[in-house]
């Protein structure tokens, strides 16, 4: 299961330049709108610091911490629903992602040109979130023909093809699917299957200098201006001036824009919190690995995760919290203090925490 963000954004914004810092890649950034025509793909590891520890107490050979996919499209204009620019066509290419990262310009640089002449957050917000709508309303539009000569056979399709329908007014209306799916309008698990963009979960990267960096008021201002969605603030060019970097000099670096930690670890906790996701860890000699599952699973659900007959057969599940791992430095220890706790199919599992499922196949 690895998590899959699409980036969306106006042209020239630093969607690809961000995709590069995130992702150690080097596609084509540049300074003139539609550098990015192809889409381009590429996965990073989560960063989670526990795990190196896991791995020294364990003697694991290896680390495999989750995965976050990010996916950098073209940039998309106001009129992108009828042809202007590169047209909407691309969205198609995340229409699978599990949520939607908006990249907006916040930084003034004179010297690398805005599609409308000016920064403004809240228009471009606008627009984009416009174009969305136009984009679900085209697929809708496309869609409903089929789904409605399907139901006249099919009570599924039929359901699919009603709140379809109401879905299509609530766009009209100008408004998202998925602010009217959060207020208790429409329930869109029908119509999961039309991947409609406005209904994914949001959040939003401003991609700030300093300036900005080190102003909370004006963060604040941003920040309002897209809640209840999560907002993150990095500097898209000096996360991807990161890369050449040693630690150290990263760290510096971060702190001398007014950042405490890379973009990437700031974006993937925001992700994860969007999606209402969480990891817990698991470990042994062969590997240290963390999984990811909703926040609130249970344990025989997190068991599901690793394999479906663990879920099935699940028996209990032997927990011991990180915190306390680190503390004694190994598992004997922790359970000579009482600290490795047997749980069963109730628990709710916490971040944190270090498991060992008892099953039976
Ligand atoms: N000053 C400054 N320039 C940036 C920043 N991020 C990106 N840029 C510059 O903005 C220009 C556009 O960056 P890209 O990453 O290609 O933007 P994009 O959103 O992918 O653009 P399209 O692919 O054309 O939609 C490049 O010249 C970048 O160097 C930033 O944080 N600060
Ligand atoms: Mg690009």
Known sequence: MTLTLGIVGLPNVGKSTLFNALTRNDVLAANYPFATIEPNEGMVELPDPRMKRLAEI?????????????????????????????????????????????????????????????????????VIETELILADLQTIEKALPRLQKEGRKDKEKAEEAVVAEAAQKILEDGRTLSAAAKGGEIDLAPIHDLHLMSAKPFLYVFNSDEGVLTDDAKKQELRDLVAPAEAVFLDAATEAELLELDDDEAAELLASVGQDEPGLATLAKAGFGTLGLQTYLTAGPKETRAWTIPQGATAPQAAGVIHTDFERGFIKAEIVGFDDLDEYGSVAEARNHGKVRQEGKDYVMKDGDVVEFRFNV
């Open 58 to 126: 364990y003697g694991s050979e290896r680390i495999l911490p989750a995965t976050v996919t990010f996916v950098d499209i073209a940039g998309i204009v106001k009129g992108a629903s009828e042809g202007e620019g590169m047209g909407n066509a691309f969205l198609a290419n995340i229409r699978e992602a599990d949520a939607i990262c908006e990249v907006v310009r916040a930084f003034s640089d004179e010297n690398v040109i805005h599609v409308d002449g000016r920064v403004d957050p809240a228009s471009d917000i606008a």
